[in-house]
T-cell receptor, first 119, second 114 residues
Framework: EPEVTQTPSHQVTQMGQEVILRCVPISNHLYFYWYRQILGQKVEFLVSFYNNEISEKSEIFDDQFSVERPDGSNFTLKIRSTKLEDSAMYFC?????????????????FGAGSRLTVL | DQQVKQNSPSLSVQEGRISILNCDYTNSMFDYFLWYKKYPAEGPTFLISISSIKDKNEDGRFTVFLNKSAKHLSLHIVPSQPGDSAVYFCAASADGGSQGNLIFGKGTKLSVKP
């Protein structure tokens, strides 16, 4: 079954450092997303990406964050200058359509996540 | 500002019995609801969804009920199996079921005991 793959599985970094989290979405999917989950908290939407541009972003996704699809397969999340509060599990997801349909066939498929620890 | 609330952080159920996971929401603009299941060290995986025009959707052992007037939905698992032990997230979508900006609850950890 196709899956979304994320690397690294765990990254430890010093506050102020730049971090790039990488994702390979499912090959025929067109919509890409980043979510994050701070330990013990809910999963939160960060950004959605379609047709090589951001289609929606949350308040969390400030100027320190950026996303890119540098080639036909990878989708990256960059945090320019990490803060302690950026420590979280970051999930990449992809879907074939923007809208959910009743069968659920085109719902988001999530990767296993990248755990970011900022010291 | 918790638009989607799962008030029970955990639930323990005996194998073979029914598991009922609850979710409340505050935003009347939500028109699609999804349940995701998450095992440790894995990402959330889709379980079942329901449109706001329906009040019930069933898929095998899993049934989701939606009570729009109460802004409440529940996931029923019958019969529960030890493999169902996971964290269950309720998520909601507005704008015709758009998957951009799903709003998640905090999750309920289900433990199914043999």
């Amino acid at each position: 079954e196709p899956e979304v793959t994320q690397t690294p599985s765990h990254q430890v970094t010093q506050m102020g450092q730049e971090v790039i989290l990488r994702c390979v979405p499912i090959s025929n999917h067109l919509y890409f997303y980043w979510y994050r989950q701070i330990l013990g908290q809910k999963v939160e939407f960060l950004v959605s990406f379609y047709n090589n541009e951001i289609s929606e972003k949350s308040e969390i996704f400030d100027d320190q964050f950026s996303v890119e699809r540098p080639d036909g397969s990878n989708f990256t999340l960059k945090i320019r200058s990490t803060k302690l509060e950026d420590s979280a599990m970051y999930f990449c997801a992809s879907s074939s359509r923007r809208q959910v349909i009743s069968s659920g066939a085109n719902v988001l498929t999530f990767g296993a996540g990248s755990r970011l620890t900022v010291l | 500002d918790q638009q989607v609330k799962q008030n029970s952080p955990s639930l323990s159920v005996q194998e073979g019995r029914i598991s009922i996971l609850n979710c409340d929401y505050t935003n009347s603009m939500f028109d699609y609801f999804l349940w995701y299941k998450k095992y440790p060290a894995e990402g959330p995986t889709f379980l079942i969804s329901i449109s706001s025009i329906k009040d019930k959707n069933e898929d095998g052992r899993f049934t989701v009920f939606l009570n729009k007037s109460a802004k409440h939905l529940s996931l029923h698992i019958v019969p529960s199996q030890p493999g169902d032990s996971a964290v269950y997230f309720c998520a909601a979508s507005a704008d015709g079921g758009s998957q951009g900006n799903l709003i998640f609850g905090k999750g309920t950890k289900l433990s199914v005991k043999p």
